[in-house]
């Protein structure tokens, strides 16, 4: 399960996600990094006990495949394809 938010998103800001998400006292397995679409960072991910993986995209808003559309569809194939997000620029 997968759950992101654009770190611009004043709808659902990405600290309220991060508040909620401490609200069900999963164990984080991988703590808060980077990720990267190709030599950019794309954002930020963070994985959960029980398979939830929570990832921020780096300067999108509420709708993310507008603002960030390479971003958007490689967090959504590594998702797909149960692949980790890229943890570096290579």
Request: charged share 20%; aromatic share 14%; proline share 6%.
């Amino acid at each position: 399960m997968c759950a992101c938010s654009g770190d611009t998103d004043g709808r659902i800001p990405v600290l309220s996600t991060r508040y909620g998400l401490r609200e069900l006292k999963l164990n984080v397995t991988k703590e808060w990094r980077a990720w990267f679409e190709g030599r950019e960072v794309g954002g930020w991910v963070e994985e959960y006990e029980g398979g939830l993986t929570f990832a921020s995209i780096r300067g999108a808003g509420h709708f993310v495949p507008i603002y960030k559309p390479q971003e958007a569809l490689s967090l959504f194939s590594h998702f797909l394809s149960a692949q980790p997000l890229p943890s570096s620029r290579f």
